[in-house]
C-alpha cells in the first residue's frame, strides 16, 4: 500500500503482502467441494471471514491517503480515480462470464445493475449473487467509495460518532431480518436476509468506517510509535495468532449463536462483528511494521502476490466455474496436482489482467479527467 499524504508518503507494504494471504483463503473457501477439497473443513475453519479483512484494510488505507477531502473537485478526482481501480476489471470479468463461462447468461436490467456496480446494493439473490458471482463485493466497495466523503468529514473530531451510527445501522438491518423473518437467500425476486446483513453495503459500512478510525489512529501514531524490534515482533506474533485465532474459533461459537439470536443476527456477527475484534489489531500493528514478521512480509514476491489480490478474488470464481464444467466436483480425494494447475493459472491470469487491463485502463480513465479538467478550466479576464 503506498499512497500521499500532504507531502508526506506513505508506504506500508506489509499490508498489501497480507492482501495476498487473505485472498488465498478466500480461494480456498470457493474451492471446497472441488478439487477433491471436502467440506469436512468448513466445519472447523472460517475460510470465507477474510471478506471482512477487506473492507477493514479499505477504510484504513483511505483515511491515510486521503487525510482530507475538503473541495467539491478534491471529491470529483477521489471518485474518477476510484472509479478507475475497481470498473475496468469488473467489466472484463462480467463479459468474460456473459460471452464464455457456463450459465453467463443474464437479463437486461442485471447487466444494467452489474455495469453500473449496483447490483449489490439489492437485497436480492438474482442481482447480488448474478454474472460474476463475487463482484457484490466490488458492489458493496463502490458504494463505501461514496460514502468516504461524508464519513472523512471532521473525522478526528467525530469518529466515534461515525463508528456508533454504523454499528446501529447493522444493528437495524439484522431487527429488519427478524422482524419480516427473511430466509437467507430469500425467494424468486424477493429479499434475503443474506443479501441484507453480508452483501449489503449499509452492513459493512461498520467495517469501513473502523477501518478509517484506525487509519486515524496510525496516522496520529505512526511517527511516535516505539520502535524496540523485540516488542514489535511479540506484538505482530501475537496479533496474527490472534487473526488464526478467529477463523479457526468462529464455528464452535456459531453452534450457539445461530439458534440463539437467528440467522441475520449470527450472520453479521459471523461475517463482521467477530472478525473485526481480530482483524482490526492486525492491521494496526502490522501497519506500524515495528517487528520481523512485517519486514519479512514487505520483502521479495509476497508484496507482488498482495498487488495481485483483486484479479484473484474476481478470476478465481470464473476459474472454478470451468473447472467445473469440465471435470465436474466429485473426487474421492485432494487432487493436489488439479489445484497446483488451477492456482498457477490463476496467478497468470491476474497478472496479465493486471498488466494489460487493470493498470493502463486505470491510467487512461485518470488521464482523461485530468484532460477534462484542465479544458473546463476558466481563465481569467485580463
Request: proline share 5%; glycine share 8%; hydrophobic share 50%.
Given at each position: 500500500m503506498t499512497g500521499s499524504t500532504g507531502n508526506a508518503r506513505i508506504a506500508i507494504p506489509s499490508l498489501t503482502a497480507l492482501r495476498f494471504f487473505a485472498a488465498a483463503v478466500i480461494v480456498l473457501h470457493h474451492s471446497v467441494g472441488h478439487f477433491g477439497i471436502g467440506t469436512e473443513i468448513q466445519k472447523t475453519i472460517n475460510t470465507g471471514q477474510p471478506v471482512c479483512f477487506f473492507?477493514?484494510?479499505?477504510?484504513?488505507?483511505?483515511?491515510?491517503?486521503?487525510p482530507s477531502l475538503d473541495r467539491g473537485r478534491d471529491i470529483l478526482k477521489f471518485m474518477v480515480s476510484r472509479l478507475a481501480r475497481i470498473w475496468p476489471l469488473h467489466v472484463?470479468?462480467?463479459?468474460?462470464?456473459?460471452?464464455?463461462?457456463?450459465?453467463?447468461?443474464?437479463?437486461?436490467?442485471?447487466?444494467?445493475?452489474?455495469?453500473?456496480?449496483?447490483?449489490?446494493w439489492i437485497p436480492v439473490k438474482e442481482y447480488f449473487f448474478s454474472v460474476n458471482w463475487l463482484s457484490w463485493a466490488v458492489s458493496a466497495e463502490w458504494a463505501l467509495y461514496l460514502f468516504f466523503p461524508v464519513l472523512l468529514y471532521r473525522l478526528?473530531?467525530?469518529?466515534?460518532?461515525?463508528?456508533?451510527l454504523s454499528f446501529l445501522l447493522a444493528l437495524l438491518l439484522v431487527v429488519l431480518c427478524r422482524v419480516y423473518d427473511l430466509p437467507p437467500l430469500g425467494g424468486e425476486g424477493k429479499p434475503a436476509a443474506l443479501g441484507l446483513v453480508y452483501i449489503s453495503p449499509l452492513a459493512r459500512l461498520f467495517?469501513?468506517?473502523?477501518?478509517?478510525?484506525?487509519?486515524?489512529?496510525?496516522?496520529?501514531?505512526?511517527?511516535?510509535?516505539?520502535?524496540?524490534?523485540?516488542?514489535?515482533?511479540?506484538l505482530e506474533t501475537g496479533v496474527c495468532?490472534?487473526?488464526?485465532?478467529?477463523?479457526?474459533?468462529?464455528?464452535?461459537?456459531?453452534?450457539?449463536?445461530?439458534?440463539?439470536?437467528?440467522?441475520g443476527a449470527a450472520k453479521w456477527v459471523e461475517s463482521s462483528g467477530w472478525p473485526c475484534i481480530f482483524y482490526a489489531p492486525l492491521i494496526l500493528v502490522m501497519a506500524f511494521e515495528r517487528g520481523r514478521i512485517s519486514h519479512w512480509l514487505g520483502n521479495g514476491i509476497l508484496v507482488k502476490l498482495g498487488e495481485l489480490s483483486f484479479s484473484i478474488y474476481l478470476l478465481h470464481q470464473i476459474g472454478i466455474r470451468f473447472y467445473v464444467s469440465r471435470?465436474?466436483?466429485?473426487?474421492?480425494?485432494?487432487?493436489?496436482?488439479?489445484?497446483?494447475?488451477?492456482?498457477?493459472?490463476?496467478?497468470?491470469?491476474?497478472?496479465?489482467?493486471?498488466?494489460?487491463?487493470?493498470?493502463?485502463?486505470?491510467?487512461?480513465?485518470?488521464r482523461w479527467y485530468d484532460?477534462?479538467?484542465?479544458?473546463?478550466?476558466?481563465?481569467?479576464v485580463r
Amino acid at each position: 500500500m503506498t499512497g500521499s499524504t500532504g507531502n508526506a508518503r506513505i508506504a506500508i507494504p506489509s499490508l498489501t503482502a497480507l492482501r495476498f494471504f487473505a485472498a488465498a483463503v478466500i480461494v480456498l473457501h470457493h474451492s471446497v467441494g472441488h478439487f477433491g477439497i471436502g467440506t469436512e473443513i468448513q466445519k472447523t475453519i472460517n475460510t470465507g471471514q477474510p471478506v471482512c479483512f477487506f473492507f477493514l484494510l479499505s477504510g484504513f488505507i483511505l483515511a491515510c491517503v486521503y487525510p482530507s477531502l475538503d473541495r467539491g473537485r478534491d471529491i470529483l478526482k477521489f471518485m474518477v480515480s476510484r472509479l478507475a481501480r475497481i470498473w475496468p476489471l469488473h467489466v472484463l470479468t462480467f463479459l468474460v462470464v456473459v460471452l464464455f463461462a457456463p450459465g453467463g447468461r443474464t437479463t437486461i436490467s442485471v447487466a444494467a445493475s452489474n455495469l453500473l456496480m449496483v447490483h449489490g446494493w439489492i437485497p436480492v439473490k438474482e442481482y447480488f449473487f448474478s454474472v460474476n458471482w463475487l463482484s457484490w463485493a466490488v458492489s458493496a466497495e463502490w458504494a463505501l467509495y461514496l460514502f468516504f466523503p461524508v464519513l472523512l468529514y471532521r473525522l478526528n473530531r467525530t469518529w466515534h460518532v461515525k463508528l456508533i451510527l454504523s454499528f446501529l445501522l447493522a444493528l437495524l438491518l439484522v431487527v429488519l431480518c427478524r422482524v419480516y423473518d427473511l430466509p437467507p437467500l430469500g425467494g424468486e425476486g424477493k429479499p434475503a436476509a443474506l443479501g441484507l446483513v453480508y452483501i449489503s453495503p449499509l452492513a459493512r459500512l461498520f467495517e469501513f468506517t473502523l477501518g478509517m478510525s484506525l487509519g486515524l489512529l496510525y496516522l496520529r501514531r505512526r511517527r511516535t510509535a516505539p520502535g524496540n524490534t523485540r516488542r514489535g515482533t511479540l506484538l505482530e506474533t501475537g496479533v496474527c495468532l490472534f487473526a488464526v485465532a478467529a477463523i479457526l474459533g468462529t464455528y464452535p461459537i456459531l453452534k450457539t449463536l445461530y439458534p440463539l439470536l437467528g440467522y441475520g443476527a449470527a450472520k453479521w456477527v459471523e461475517s463482521s462483528g467477530w472478525p473485526c475484534i481480530f482483524y482490526a489489531p492486525l492491521i494496526l500493528v502490522m501497519a506500524f511494521e515495528r517487528g520481523r514478521i512485517s519486514h519479512w512480509l514487505g520483502n521479495g514476491i509476497l508484496v507482488k502476490l498482495g498487488e495481485l489480490s483483486f484479479s484473484i478474488y474476481l478470476l478465481h470464481q470464473i476459474g472454478i466455474r470451468f473447472y467445473v464444467s469440465r471435470f465436474g466436483t466429485a473426487a474421492d480425494r485432494f487432487d493436489a496436482a488439479a489445484y497446483g494447475i488451477f492456482w498457477v493459472l490463476l496467478l497468470l491470469a491476474a497478472f496479465l489482467a493486471q498488466v494489460a487491463v487493470e493498470r493502463p485502463c486505470r491510467t487512461v480513465i485518470v488521464r482523461w479527467y485530468d484532460r477534462f479538467r484542465s479544458g473546463t478550466e476558466t481563465v481569467p479576464v485580463r
